[in-house]
Every structure is written in structure tokens, then in C-alpha cells.
């Protein structure tokens, strides 16, 4: 009799299609191709994580394995999202009649790793696929990964620019590389026009352009006219006059916009575009700017993290590639007809959309204790709170002397702020307690550092998908939270996708090692986290395992497996001499008191191998 599939628990079918599914084994498997997976060619991660752990890795202080936590990475993913991108795009271009075309570039900030960036230039050769750079060294990355594209692939230059900025992208143009130097300020031109003079080199140049098109939410904060980058129209036509009275007007080929990541609805994808291509029109009609070629429509291209396509909150977007793809075109297209423009080639920096799916992590869970519940924490308790704030009036600037009415609302406004955060965690409290059930709710203690592998969910409370990578064919009994092992109470994930508290999970018994452990997978997380995670406490990267497709028959390989910074390296970031300042003085002051026999090898070992725990024997929880 078949096992039931637990996977609905998680919603798997709704933020993992076309990627993720449950094999019949009841683990999580990749489809590496997407929808043109075929029957057999899905990856079993849990076989991945077992062969990865046994695989040997050769270094400069010997052999050693795989620690914890690890990235799982998936390049087969990442094509497929590429090529689903430039399908979407294309049949876009062909079903409406767009006269021009699709290319675009993949922004570097979003995940710098160089296996990621050479893949993606690699996958998109055929596509004239190029990378956006925001600062200097992103520009040195693209200069060398862009030398083996096809030429005439975008080098798009954003970001605020300094002489040497300027310089080292018209050195990229003198190298023969399509690199265009994009206007955040007006200033910049004057940097530009003194580097191009100087060096003998002339530049492409673009502009930025705010627009008053404005998404809800975390992401749209840095949008619209009060936006941190880029011009309104009005000072860009000024930058078009400054350039035509320079005689120059025929560097300027590209208008960029970016109205924020996680665009949520089409309609705002659609109206942004209509707006951008309003200027852009302008420049070509009213300013002169004849040799335009280029609209940019950055990011916002979204991932739909809880899998519901509502694009209600900043977890979710409510549509897909090729709505997204459509919505850009037919505004642009329509709105260059009503003026007739040439319709201008379409780029846009797809960066989360393309890189997110492609690696997950894998987290090793250690133990599982209950949550201790307060008695004092009950609906009675909440109530009385509200009941007792609400009893509270201000008092009005009539009622106090000496004109200090403002100073007594500000204190009313201090008391009240006070008072919601108490009433805040009661309530959070009291949710989880009611999400639990005669076992309660059990704290899962991961070996990770939110901090190093989800600063997201800490920085901006980015939630990610997440599930265990076996037993899905038993159904789930624990209600969770995850905690890690800094030394930080921030250190806990205790929010997940669909506003749930807790997260369904197995029980820490026999079944769990038979199945060698047990682990916990965070999935569409291969944007951004790497890039931005810290090294608090000091924790460091985790380990790096490649992996591809190898055929039907569920066939993978394992092309490398990289280990994550030891605590020698973090330790060195932190501008100590690891030699001088750690090593000799343990050495001097063990040798001093007769134990450098035993401190020495256990000083090397914690020094050469990765800060989280290690050969770490979890024991039995009973539930």
C-alpha cells in the first residue's frame, strides 16, 4: 500500500512547481529541468546529502568531509530559469509584433558566488546575456566573466561612481566589452566627459530614471520621486540638453528605471513600463536623442516564496515569466506606437527570479526540546491589557500647563508604543500555543547561524519556503521552531510562510537515524543570502556542493564539494594575525603551564575546520 504524501503540509506543489516534488520515497527530489523533466531524471536530495557527506575532501592540512550546514547547488536549475525567462520574452516579442528584441543581464549583487556568475554568462551566450555591476569590484568580476560572451553583451554600469568607477568602465569599453555607464546624478556626466577626455575613450552612456509608478511594501521604499536613486524626468531631459549642447548627444543609448524588487501584480509591471517608455519617447522626440536604442527595466521580476500567487504581501507575486514578459512588451510597444518611436531594444536585471530556486540550504537538526509554556501568559491576561490601555486617555495640550501639551502626547505616544509591543509578544505567544497540540511545540535546535545562512529573515523578516528532505510520507506530529547556535536570542526562526508560527516536523526518534539524521531544507534561497551574510559570532559560510543531472534513473554527480571558511579565516577577517595573535600566545602560555601536548592538536582542529559542530551525536528526544 502506497505511502501518503505529506508535501501539501508544506505547500511544496505551490512555491516548488515547476521545480520541487516528493519522489516515492518520501524524500524531497529536484526536477533539474523543470517542466521538461522526465519521468526518472528527478534528483533525490536526501542521496545527494549522504553521497556529498562521504565524499573526501583533499587540503592543505589533510583530508577532510563535509560539515554542516551545506548549499545544495543545482546549475541544471539555474539554466532552466534562463532559458524560461528569454522563451517567455521571445514569445512575448513574436505574438504582439514588437519590432525589436530581448536581451538582458543578471545584476551581480544578487549572488557574486563565481560558480553562479560564470554559469549564468555560460547558459546565456546564445542570448548576448550580459551582468549588471553596482560597484567596483562587481565591475572587475563582470570585465573578466564578460570576456567569454558574445559579443555585444550588456556591461550595464549602475550604482554611484566615482573617477576610478568611471575609468574602469571605459577601460572595459577600450577592451572591447558593451559597457554602458548609467547616470544616477547629473554630476556623474561631468566625470564622465573628464575620464573620457583623459583616458581617449568614448562612452555609452544611460540614465536613470525615477518614476512616480510606485510598488507597496518593503520593496517599493526606495521608488518614486522620493527614491534613492536615479532622476526625475524633468532633470534627465536637462542632462539630454547638457549633452546636446556638448555636441555628445549620441552617447546617450539607454534609459533605466527600477521601481523596486517584488513587483507584485502585473498591473504595476505593466504601468511602469508604460511610464518608462513615456520618457523615453520624450528623449527621442522632444530632445533629440535620435540614437537612443535601449529601454532597461531592471528588477522586480518576482518569486512567489509561499507559493499562494496572490502577490498580497512581500512574499508572494501573482503571476509568472510569461505574464511578467508580456506585461513589458505590450506596454512598450503601445506606447511607442502612440508616438512613434522605434521600439527600443527591452533589457531588464531579472536577478532573484533567475538565481533563487536553483540552491537550497540544508540544515542538520541536533536536538528538540518542548517549549516551557508560562501559566500566566492566557486570553484573560491579553484582555486585561487591552482593556487597561484602552482606559488610558491623553492628555490635550488645553490641559497642561506651560504649553507642554506636545511633551504630554509624545509621552501618551511612548506609553502606547510600550504597551503594543507587550501586548504583541502575549499575543505571539498565545498563537503558538494554539497552533501546538498535546505534544506542544518543541524547539529544533539547528546547526546553523541565521545570521550567516538566512540574514534576511533576521534583517528584513524574508520568509523562505522550508520542509524536511525525508520522511514526507509520514505525516508530521511535532509543531517547531528552529533555533540556532549563536549566542544571540535573535539567533530562531519562529515565522513561516502562510503567517504559520510553527513548522510541521518529525520526531528526533529511531526513524530519524535510520535515515542518517535529520535535516531541514530552506529552498528559493539562492538570492541575496549568501552575499549578505555576516560572520557574528563568528560564524562563517557553509559548505558548497555542486550538483548536476546525469541521466534518467534519478542518475546525479556530484562535480565538487567546497568547504565553507574555517574559523582560521573568519577569525583573520576580523584583522587579527592568526599566527602572532591566536596560535603563539596559546602556545606560549600552554607551554608555560605544561599542557601544549594536549592544547596543541585540539587548537589546530577548532583553527582548520568550520565553526559549526562537528561530528555532533544528537540525543534521543522523547515525545
Known amino acids: 500500500m502506497a505511502k501518503k504524501n505529506y508535501g501539501q503540509v508544506y505547500n511544496i506543489l505551490g512555491w516548488g512547481d515547476p521545480y520541487f516534488t516528493v519522489n516515492s520515497h518520501g524524500h524531497l527530489a529536484v526536477k533539474p529541468h523543470g517542466r521538461d523533466t522526465m519521468s526518472g531524471q528527478d534528483i533525490d536530495v536526501h542521496s545527494v546529502i549522504h553521497r556529498a557527506l562521504a565524499t573526501t575532501i583533499t587540503t592543505n592540512d589533510g583530508d577532510k568531509k563535509p560539515q554542516f550546514p551545506m548549499i545544495l547547488r543545482f546549475p541544471d536549475v539555474l539554466k532552466n530559469r534562463l532559458d524560461s525567462l528569454h522563451a517567455a520574452f521571445h514569445g512575448a516579442v513574436d505574438s504582439t509584433g514588437y519590432a525589436s528584441r530581448y536581451q538582458g543581464v543578471f545584476p551581480i549583487k544578487v549572488n557574486q558566488n563565481k560558480a553562479v556568475v560564470q554559469d549564468l554568462v555560460t547558459f546565456g551566450h546564445g542570448y548576448s546575456y550580459g551582468l549588471e555591476a553596482g560597484s567596483k569590484p562587481e565591475l572587475l568580476i563582470a570585465m573578466s566573466c564578460l570576456a567569454k560572451a558574445k559579443p555585444g553583451a550588456y556591461l550595464v554600469c549602475n550604482g554611484y561612481k566615482d573617477a576610478d568607477y568611471v575609468a574602469l568602465a571605459l577601460s572595459a569599453r577600450a577592451m572591447g566589452l558593451n559597457a554602458i555607464i548609467v547616470l544616477e546624478m547629473e554630476e556623474e556626466l561631468d566625470i564622465v566627459v573628464e575620464q573620457s577626455a583623459r583616458l581617449g575613450v568614448e562612452p555609452v552612456i544611460g540614465v536613470r530614471t525615477k518614476l512616480l509608478t510606485k510598488i507597496p511594501g518593503h520593496f517599493g521604499s526606495t521608488a518614486g520621486k522620493h527614491g534613492k536613486f536615479g532622476m526625475l524626468a524633468d532633470k534627465i531631459y536637462e542632462v539630454a540638453g547638457k549633452l546636446k549642447k556638448m555636441g555628445k548627444l549620441h552617447w546617450l543609448k539607454l534609459l533605466h528605471y527600477h521601481v523596486g524588487s517584488m513587483i507584485p501584480t502585473t ?78 531594444v527591452l533589457c531588464t536585471e531579472s536577478g532573484r527570479a533567475m538565481a533563487s530556486h536553483h540552491s537550497m540550504i540544508i540544515l542538520e537538526a541536533l536536538s528538540a526540546i518542548p517549549e516551557p509554556q508560562d501559566e500566566e501568559d492566557t486570553h484573560h491576561r491579553l484582555l486585561s491589557k487591552i482593556q487597561d490601555l484602552s482606559s488610558k486617555q491623553p492628555r490635550t495640550a488645553h490641559t497642561v500647563n506651560g504649553g507642554g501639551g506636545v511633551d504630554a502626547m509624545h509621552s ?212
Open 267 to 344: 498591473d504595476i509591471v505593466y504601468n511602469a513600463a508604460a511610464e518608462a517608455a513615456g520618457i523615453y519617447c520624450a528623449l527621442v522626440k522632444e530632445h533629440g536623442a535620435t540614437g537612443m536604442t535601449t529601454l532597461d527595466c531592471g528588477g522586480g521580476l518576482g518569486v512567489d516564496y509561499d507559493g499562494t500567487r496572490s502577490g498580497s504581501s512581500d512574499m508572494s507575486v501573482a503571476y509568472g515569466l510569461e505574464q511578467y514578459a508580456s506585461s513589458i512588451v505590450q506596454a512598450v510597444r503601445l506606447t511607442c506606437d502612440d508616438n512613434g518611436v522605434p521600439h527600443p
Open 412 to 623: 501618551h505616544a511612548v506609553e502606547l508604543k510600550k504597551h503594543g509591543i507587550e501586548m504583541y509578544k502575549l499575543a505571539k505567544k498565545l498563537s503558538k500555543r494554539v497552533t501546538g497540540d498535546a505534544n506542544g511545540i518543541y524547539n529544533y535546535h539547528m546547526n546553523l547561524s541565521v545570521f550567516s545562512l538566512v540574514p534576511d529573515f533576521w534583517g528584513i523578516g524574508q520568509l523562505f519556503p522550508m520542509t524536511p528532505v525525508s520522511r514526507l510520507n509520514e505525516k508530521p506530529t511535532i509543531n517547531g521552531t528552529l533555533v540556532d547556535i549563536t549566542c544571540d536570542s535573535d539567533g530562531k526562526v519562529e515565522k513561516f510562510i502562510r503567517d504559520a508560527v510553527t513548522l510541521p516536523l518529525h520526531p528526533l526518534d529511531d526513524a530519524a537515524a535510520e535515515h542518517g539524521g535529520y535535516y531541514v531544507a530552506a529552498l528559493l534561497s539562492g538570492a541575496y543570502q549568501e552575499a549578505l551574510a555576516c560572520r557574528h559570532n563568528p560564524f562563517s559560510g557553509p559548505t558548497l556542493v555542486r550538483v548536476e543531472s546525469a541521466g534518467g534513473g534519478g542518475a546525479f554527480k556530484i562535480v565538487s564539494v567546497e568547504l565553507g571558511p574555517t574559523a582560521e579565516e573568519v577569525i583573520g577577517t576580523m584583522r587579527y594575525d592568526v599566527k602572532n595573535d591566536i596560535s603563539d600566545v596559546i602556545e606560549k602560555v600552554a607551554t608555560e603551564n605544561g599542557v601544549w601536548p594536549m592544547v596543541e592538536p585540539l587548537m589546530k582542529k577548532g583553527l582548520t575546520t568550520m565553526p559549526y559542530l562537528n561530528d555532533y551525536k544528537p540525543p534521543k528526544t522523547t515525545f
